[in-house]
């Protein structure tokens, strides 16, 4: 039973080029949820999608977009780079969105550098 | 309020002995509190949640317990290990969020051998 997977596992970029990260869910799990971890603290919500569509939103600017697929699988896109976006991306995947009785699992993340 | 606030920011505990991590909340919208726990490298990996509706719950060596009227809880390590030695993040939910966790900062746990 795979869990969530991430990729790329490292990315290095320079300021103002653009990034794709990808993610597959936990098999038999339809939402997914990425959140931004910068260094020495705690994950930020990003943004969530549900049946291919953004749900819901944390407080990021419109650089930061993203795709669900009908697979099911994610994508996180982000423009215009700049140092402070810096950080472990991370993915989470769960059944269900407004299911409370199923937590969310998160990926290993992808690590981010912008020089 | 959004926010979650974790205490204490860092935590070092010998071998055998109790780690208590603390944390509040401000919305009462909150029905959701998980524990994760992270390794260097690796992404959170969830260690045990409880709901508002129970004052504890215990899972092995891991315990919640939760005041709902203080609007806080904390996650208790019995007899804390090395192995235990992490980063631990409490984190709470809410059904009118999409059920986007909103974490706290974050403790880092070392546990002396």
């Known amino acids: 039973d795979a869990g969530v997977t991430q990729s790329p596992t490292h990315l290095i970029k320079t300021r103002g080029q653009q990034v794709t990260l990808r993610c597959s869910p936990k098999?038999?799990?339809?939402?997914v949820s990425w959140y931004q971890q910068a260094l020495g603290q705690g994950p930020q919500f990003i943004f969530q999608?549900?049946?291919?569509?953004?749900?819901q939103r944390g407080n990021f600017p419109d650089r930061f977009s993203g795709h669900q697929f009908p697979n099911y699988s994610s994508e996180l896109n982000v423009n215009a780079l700049l140092l402070g976006d810096s950080a472990l991306y991370l993915c989470?995947?769960?059944?269900?969105?407004?299911?409370?009785?199923?937590?969310?699992?998160f990926g290993d993340g992808t690590r981010l550098s912008i020089l | 309020q959004q926010q979650v606030k974790q205490s204490p920011q860092s935590l070092i505990v010998q071998k055998g002995g109790i780690s208590i991590i603390n944390c509040a909340y401000e919305?009462?919208?909150?029905?959701?509190f998980p524990w994760y726990q992270q390794f260097p490298g690796k992404g959170p990996a969830l260690l045990i949640a409880?709901?508002?509706?129970?004052s504890e719950k215990k899972e092995g060596r891991f315990t919640i317990s939760f005041n709902k009227s203080a609007k806080q809880f904390s996650l208790h390590i019995m007899d804390s290990q090395p192995g235990d030695s992490a980063t631990y993040f409490c984190?709470?939910?809410?059904?009118?969020?999409?059920?986007?966790?909103?974490f706290g900062s974050g403790t880092q746990l070392t546990v002396l051998p």
């Open positions: 989470a995947s769960s059944l269900g969105q407004k299911n409370s009785n199923q937590p969310q699992h």
């Open positions: 098999s038999g799990h339809d939402t």
């Open positions: 999608y549900y049946e291919e569509e953004e749900r």
């Open positions: 919305n009462t919208a909150f029905d959701y």
């Open positions: 409880i709901r508002p509706d129970v």
């Open positions: 984190a709470a939910s809410g059904a009118g969020s999409a059920r986007q966790l909103t």
